[in-house]
């Protein structure tokens, strides 16, 4: 059989995007249609945030937090208890999964997330992860530096007040008295430091698909991204 009548069947599938992008509800449906395992790598950055808060480190003390990321246990698994959550989050072993989702996280989280010492110590093993068995892995960054061949490349977009809405939704169905223009700047704010920082910047890689979900929701992203696996099938 020569190359052109392989079938093309993606392994590895890279989805990136802003907050509330809808990479994670995507990527988990996605990762069912396919039977692959799904890595939302924004846990493991917000897992280093929330020792880092626990240890009463300042989040901008680049050695302490480094050092954070360097010897934090981080797990992710399947969902053992039915109350809304996408995945357990295990930090050293304890199940912290609803904690990482909290304001103070969410507030220091991208600080954490700038320093390269913290990163290289998520990219390792992310791509360790990835080794393992067919994945959709999803970020800021996986398509440029964590898995540059992957084989298909999603970039999710879609405007700020859309993806406010989005979150604020979420935040107001856990109960949590928020407002849309609190939620609208600490999006902006995130978006700033996630896109401007000097290494692996939140930014669609070149060979990327790009799809705006303004107006899709996750099951027509995902059709969308089907869509694509077919074209690329149909092409070969
Ligand atoms: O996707 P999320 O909002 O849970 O991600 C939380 C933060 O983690 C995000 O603001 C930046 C950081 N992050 C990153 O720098 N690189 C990734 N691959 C994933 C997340």
Known sequence: ???SEKPYVPHTIAIDGPVASG???VGLLLAKELGYICLDTG?????????????GISPIDEVAVTQVAQVTDI????????DGRQFDVLIDGADRTWDIRTREVNACVSEVSVFPGVRDAMTLQQRRIAERSPIVMLGRDI???VLPNADLKIFLKASAMVRAKRRYEEERALGRDVRLEDVLEL??????IDSNRQLAPLKPAKDAFIINTDDLDAQGVVETILAIIEDKQTLR
């Open 1 to 3: 059989m020569n190359q």
């Open 23 to 25: 990479k994670t509800t």
């Open 43 to 55: 846990i493991m950055y917000r897992a280093v945030a929330q020792k880092v808060l626990d240890l």
């Open 75 to 82: 797990d992710v698994r399947e969902p053992s208890v039915q």
């Open 143 to 145: 398509g440029t530096v």
């Open 187 to 192: 999006l902006l704010h995130r978006d700033n």
